[in-house]
């Protein structure tokens, strides 16, 4: 599904559904451009969100980098309800 990633002030991901209304209205909010990603799963978004993150301690693509893609998400991304379809 399409995603919409926006950060907030605080280092947060905030993961929606690219359709959903609080879109518009969390960009104005926290000032950021929502980031549009395409992704079957979680862990699609996590790779594409902290991928770059995870590189800095374990090579991309590595069991431990995937890993890393999903602790940093479980720490900084907040999947809302929009997308609740996405496992
Ligand atoms: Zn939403």
């Not at 907030?8 to 909010?29: F, L, M, N, P, W």
């Not at 800095?56 to 590595?62: A, I, K, L, M, R």
Request: glycine share 4%.
């Amino acid at each position: 599904m399409r995603i919409a990633v926006i950060n907030d002030q605080r280092g947060t991901s905030r993961i929606h559904a690219a359709e959903c209304r609080d879109v518009a209205r969390e960009a104005k909010r926290f000032h950021d451009d929502p980031w549009m990603i395409d992704a079957d799963n979680r862990h699609d978004v996590n790779m594409a969100v902290w991928g770059d993150v995870a590189s800095d301690n374990n090579e991309s693509g590595t069991p431990e980098w995937h890993e890393e893609c999903d602790a940093s998400a479980d720490y900084a991304s907040l999947f809302l309800p929009c997308c609740d379809s996405l496992t």
